[in-house]
Structure formats: C-alpha cells, structure tokens
C-alpha cells in the first residue's frame, strides 16, 4: 500500500461553493481523507507550500479524435489569423513543409475577425495551390473552404445538388465558389482526404493527452469520436500506451448508417462510450444555428440538419444501449425543439442525465424552468470561451433582446444542476480554447476579447466557475472517479501557480496550472 499525505495548502475540494480544506491523503491513487492540516501529526507530508489545489479539471465537450483525424491541419485561429491574406500566407508556408502530393489543411479561421469581414473563397485557396488540393475549416468546425483542386477531386461542380441540410455555396454564374456550409457539405470533400494511419491518430492522442495535463485537464468528454475510425479501439490503445486522461466517447448518429449496439465491457473502464450525438442545428457565429426570429438585417433561419425522427432513433439507441444522448442545439428554436421531444418521456438513466444539451446558447427563464420541471433528466454542456472568442460573430448574429439570455451561466447555475463549461477544442476561435482559466474569467468578468461587455448580469463567482470544471460538471457525464477531492475519488488533482479564488479578477487567466497529479502520481 502506498501513501502519501499532502498538506499545507487551500484545497477547493469541488462538493460546494465554500469547501475547502487544507490537507488529504492519498492510498493507493484514491483519496482516502480530506480535512485540516492540523489534524495531521506523525506522518510524513508533502508540502504543497500553501498554494491552491483544485480537483482535477474536467472538459465536458471537446474534439480529441476530431484533432486526431485533422492532424496534418495547420492552426488557423485567431489571434495569429485574422485577415485572408494571412490565412493564405499560413497555407502557403504549410504547404512548402510538406510533401508535393498531400493535400494542404488548415482549421480554425474565424471571418468575422477579417477586416474583409467575408468568408475566403475559392479564388483565394487558388493562391495557395493550383495543382494541390487546399481544405481549411472553419472555426466551428461545420463549414469549411477549399479549392479548385479539392472540388473536382471530390466530384463537385455547378449540376452537384446541395446535400440536405447543408450547401455548396455558389457564384453568381452558379459554380461553387470554395464554401462548404455546414457538416454534409463538409464531408462531401472530407471524404476524399486520406486520413491519418491509426499509428499517428495515437501519437496525435498521446500528444493531446499531455496537453491536456498542461491544463490541469484529467478527463473529457469527445463530442464526435466517428471522426476517426474505431474511436474505442485507438483510445484504449492510446491508454495502454500512456494515456492517463478518462475519457467518454459520443459517437455521431448518421441516419444512413445506423450504430451497431454497443458491446459488453464497451461503457466501462476509463475510455468508454458514454452516447451519443446528433448535430441538430449549426452555429451562430456563422449564422446557421435554428433560430426562431430571422438574424438581423435577414430572413434567415438558419438549418436544421436531422429530422425528428432521427433524433428519436438516436434517442432509442441511446435507450437501448444505456448510454447518453447528447443533442447539439444552439439555437434557440432547435434548444425549444429538444425540450418539446422529450421533456414528458421517461429518463432511461439513474446517475447522469438521459438527454444533454450541447451549447444552449440562448435560455430564457422559461426554457430553463422547463427544463428543470421536465420528467425527461436534463444536462447542459456550455461555453463562455464561445463568446469571448467569437463576439465578433455574435455581434452581428444576435439582437440586441437576445443578449441576456445568451450563455446565462448565472441563471443555469441556479436552475440546471448537471452544468458543465468546457472548450469545445477546436471548434471555436481561440487556439487556448481549453485553457481553464480563460474561461473561468470570460465567466466572472463576461467579457469579450476586446473589452466588450457580454451580458453582465449573467457573470457568476469564481467558486461557482470552478465547479463548472469540477464538482458540478461530474454530474453531467459518467467519468466516474473525478470532479471532487473527497474520500472515495481518484487522486486526481491539480497545483496552482497562484490563488484563482483572490487574484484580481482580470488576471484570472493568467494562473496557469504548476502540477497535475493524476490518481496519486504527478504526470505535469
């Protein structure tokens, strides 16, 4: 048996707003007491020099495999990008470090950061390359950009119809222009792409995993693990290789082709499938999320890309399986779809909510209540990473009406009890999504990157924050083990560099984190 005790430190331990402690012991890689350091006599301790120590950090909605398969993409995000004749630049020196027949990829560009304040098009990859195919995607992942090359390589020309739900945006003479709208259209070129070997969609893994003990991140959920093939057999290969990271896996539902049930053993361990997600609407920074009054200046709706009876048959496979069902609804139409299917059905599951909620960007007090008097259990996964990155998309995409009830993290708090924030990595415009504490203080502050003031009223408290990464977000999701330092929990914690909790507010994201201990063994 082996033992360790760790003391002298503030120790938030994740079970309410005001719990702290200032010592615990570990056995085993499992906490096995939590109280004052006074209380210690005759043990030998590590000395934790009276800095913060928080539960290890869970990111509720992120994009592992969606990294693993883009490997080869060369970062797009603002800051670094923020012009067309920047993205092509970055295209240009990615492409001269690779060989001459891959095809040159890049994620991450947010246009509405753009001085043009236009999506790139096809002329401007032409740049890029004139022989190579060029894809890059867009911040939110849904829509992308690609060239000549990438359109008839992908059999796409003028007489190609739109896939449903989604468009090949198109010249005035009719000829697709390079804009892919939406996942369909995405894919439509994707598809073509040789993906990475499963030897490099590992390491891609394994590099993932210590980025994410940077960050004092011990578990995630991946939102769209189909992005790679056998999503459940590379991370567990990625764990036994040394992967310390929990990890919950929510494959995507294609209606064309259904998931086979799930296998015996395949929702537990460490890495398991824990449901699954349909992709209900797009996003509002590039004015596709369903919305029920049209965008400003528009009489645009945006898209609803699955039908209700495809979000039933995900619903009865989640059932079935006794796993999740994660519902990607920004919008605030799509958000009011959701409730409406399933607010009076039964739950299906006992410790987790039966139907999560991803992004839920606009809650009003009376989608919120009726999510919290539904007999159907509900969760939300949210971001506030989201506005501080994009508000130069949610300036334009929201009306002014709108603002309060956009990402109203006070008004969740008080009313969904299994709420999480998370990073949505990289599917937003930031290239640090995942840094906790930028987020934590984009919550507090409800600020955008350029000062602008995001709907004050709905800021919450750094304790409230915190246990958005910790004790709240381990009810949303089944990674058992972790969220709370408290007898009975994994070892898993991370160090402070400094107090999160006293800092001045705007230096909150500047505290990065000094160690990250994993069940009772430091891995940072």
């Known amino acids: 048996m082996t033992t360790h005790m760790f003391t002298n430190a503030k120790v938030f331990t994740g079970d309410s707003e005001t719990g702290f402690a200032s010592a615990f012991r570990v056995v085993d890689g499992t906490i096995d007491w939590v109280g004052d350091a006074a209380e210690v006599v005759g043990e030998g301790s590590v000395d934790l020099g009276g800095r913060t120590v928080l539960p290890g950090l869970i990111d509720s909605h992120t994009h592992p495999a969606l990294i693993a398969g883009t490997a080869a993409a060369v970062e797009c995000f603002p800051p670094a990008v923020t012009s067309v004749d920047a993205l092509v630049e970055t295209l240009r020196a990615h492409a001269a470090s690779t060989s001459g027949e891959e095809w040159i990829l890049g994620r991450g560009f947010d246009e509405t950061r753009f001085p043009e304040r236009r999506m790139p098009t096809i002329a401007d990859l032409d740049q890029v390359s004139a022989d190579r195919p060029v894809l890059v995607w867009r911040c939110d992942a849904h829509s992308a950009v690609c060239n000549s090359e990438a359109l008839r390589l992908a059999g796409i020309d003028a007489d190609t119809p739109d896939p449903e739900g989604s468009r090949f945006e198109r010249d005035d003479a009719g000829r697709p222009n390079g804009v892919l709208t939406e996942i369909a259209a995405v894919s439509a070129v994707t598809s073509v792409i040789p993906p990475p070997t499963r030897e490099e969609q590992i390491a891609t893994i394994l590099t993932f995993g210590e980025d994410l003990a940077s960050r004092g991140i011990v578990a995630v959920c991946d939102l769209l693990s189909t992005r790679i093939d056998d999503p459940l057999g590379v991370f567990r290969e990625a764990a036994s290789r040394g992967l310390r990271t929990r990890v919950a896996l929510y494959p995507g539902w294609d209606p064309e082709h259904p998931l086979a049930d799930l296998a015996p053993g395949d929702t537990a361990g460490r890495i398991r499938v824990a449901g699954v997600k349909v992709v209900l609407d797009g996003a509002y920074s590039n004015r596709t999320a369903w919305v029920h009054e049209p965008y400003p200046e528009s009489c645009d709706h945006g898209l609803r890309l699955v039908a209700d009876d495809d979000v039933l048959a995900a619903a009865d496979w989640a059932r079935r399986n006794g796993v999740q069902l994660a519902v990607h609804a920004m919008g605030d139409r799509a958000l009011d779809r959701v409730i409406e299917l399933f607010a009076d059905r039964e739950p299906w599951l006992d410790d987790v909510p039966s139907v999560r909620i991803e992004h839920a960007t606009l809650v009003s007090d009376d989608r919120a209540e009726r999510m919290r008097a539904a007999r159907m259990s509900f969760g939300i996964a949210t971001h506030t990473v989201f506005f501080f990155a994009e508000y130069d998309g949610y300036e334009t995409a929201l009306r002014a009406e709108q603002v309060p009830d956009a990402y109203p993290i006070s008004r969740l708090f008080g009313t969904i009890e299994a709420l999480a924030l998370s990073s949505d990595r990289p599917a937003t415009a930031w290239s640090g999504a995942d840094d906790v504490m930028l987020s934590i203080e984009a919550a507090v502050r409800r600020m ?77």
């Open 448 to 524: 955008a990157h350029n000062g602008t003031e995001f709907g004050a009223d709905a800021a919450v408290t750094v304790p409230q924050a915190v246990l958005l990464y910790t004790g709240r977000a381990r009810l949303l999701s089944p990674l058992h083990g972790v969220g709370r330092l408290a007898p009975g929990f994994d070892a898993s914690f991370a160090v402070l560099d400094r107090d999160v909790f006293t800092v001045p507010e705007d230096e909150i994201a500047s505290v990065r984190v000094a160690e990250t201990w994993i069940d009772g063994q430091r891995v940072k």
